[in-house]
Structures are given as C-alpha cells and as structure tokens.
C-alpha cells in the first residue's frame, strides 16, 4: 500500500452565506479571551477553520481549560522545526481538536503519530487537506478521549513550516509556531464526539515506529507499526 492509501480527506464543507454569517457573530459577540458558547448545529471543526481562513488565527489545543496565557513548551520531534521550544499551532480545525481530547496526562505511555497536509500538483491544482491519526495501541484500546480546550491566538508571532517538494508535488502542512507568550482571543470547548475521525485512529507499536522510521525515513506511514 503507497502512503496515500492511509490518508484521510476532509470532510465536505460547504460554507453557505447563513453558516458564514452564524459564524461572524458567535466570534464577535465573545468577549475577548472568554469562552465561546457554541449554540450551533454546525461542526466546530467548520467553525474554527473558517475564523483561521476569514480572520487570520491560528489555533492550540489543550486539555488544560485554565490557561491564561499559552507559553512556549519544548518539544520532541525528529524533525528541527518540530522540537523547537515554541507554541504550536494550526490552521486547520480538524487536527488541532485530535490534540485536545487525548488525555496524555492520565494514560501513560501514550504517543501521538499524525499527519495534515495539502498537497500541491500544479498552480492550480491542491488534494486535501488530508490526515493520518494515530496513538500508542495500548493506550488507543483504553479509549483515552477526554473534554478539551482549543485556544484562538493571534497569528501575529507565528511562522508557519515551510513547504516541501517531494516527487514534483508541494507538500504544504498547516503547522505554525511562535516563541512567544501568546494571550487567547477566545476559548472554544470541545468534546470527542467533535472530532470527526475518532473512528479512524490507528494504533501504532512505539518501539517499532521508531525503529522503522529510522531504518526508512521516507516509508511513512511505516505499516509494519501499525496494530490492529
């Protein structure tokens, strides 16, 4: 199977005048840095990708709900521009509700093994955005889904990942950081039930993804990790 095989495609979206227009005035009517109160039908992914889309934020999720100001954290990560000491954050609604409802800080060893992208075949031509989830499978069959929190922050600070060409494509991910303190323009409560494919989350044996990510760098998603 080619890596593209265990992709996901987004969900459709279709960001009618009366969804914009609901969405224009959640936003404005929530005092700044507060809670929102999400009354709609609409799906919250829908609702934080449209704000990053028509106002520019970008988004951290948390399952801390008290964070008065989102601070720069170290990170792991093989790649350099991942294991920066930084806030991270995304544009996109989807991936950053999956990091707010796994509870890592009472399920342990839990590691998160993911994925978003768009990729880019011409000028005028972009597939995605598209996902791979996946956790540690002994944490994966405790079910450790939890509330969360997802922080709406200025984009002001934050530079995002730069684009990668692999075999005449673009690979653009929605992956951004700042290494400064950053105060939410709002709060959003979430819940697993908000994130769309919770059903679709591999797990995956540490040991051996990190052995055969070593041994093939470019063999994402390494299968052979992956656990049933």
Not at 55 to 79: C, M, T, W, Y
Request: charged share 20%; aromatic share 12%; hydrophobic share 40%.
């Amino acid at each position: 199977m080619q890596a593209l095989d265990f992709l996901l495609l987004q969900p459709p979206f279709d960001l009618t005048p009366e969804k914009q227009a609901a969405f224009e005035t959640l936003i404005d009517s929530t005092p700044f840095g507060g809670f929102i109160d999400y009354q709609l039908t609409y799906q919250k992914w829908q609702f934080l990708s449209y704000l990053c889309k028509s106002r520019g934020f970008v988004l951290h999720g948390s399952q801390n709900a008290d964070i008065e100001v989102v601070e720069p954290r170290k990170a792991i990560d093989v790649k350099t521009f991942s294991k920066q000491e930084a806030i991270y954050a995304t544009t996109d609604g989807i991936w950053v509700i999956y990091f707010a409802i796994i509870d890592r800080r009472n399920i342990q060893p839990l590691s998160l093994f993911n994925s978003c992208l768009d990729i880019q075949t011409s000028p005028d031509q972009i597939i995605g955005p598209l996902y791979f989830f996946s956790i540690t499978y002994s944490a994966l069959v405790q079910s450790p889904w939890c509330n969360g929190v997802i922080y709406i922050l200025s984009r002001d600070s934050f530079e995002q990942e730069p684009a990668q060409q692999i075999q005449g494509a673009e690979i653009i991910v929605p992956h951004w950081i700042s290494l400064k303190p950053a105060k939410p323009v709002a709060k959003l409560h979430v819940q697993p039930q908000d994130f769309p494919f919770l059903a679709q989350i591999h797990g995956h044996n540490d040991k051996k993804l990190v052995q055969l990510a070593t041994e093939d760098p470019n063999g994402f998603p390494w299968p052979a990790a992956l656990e049933t």
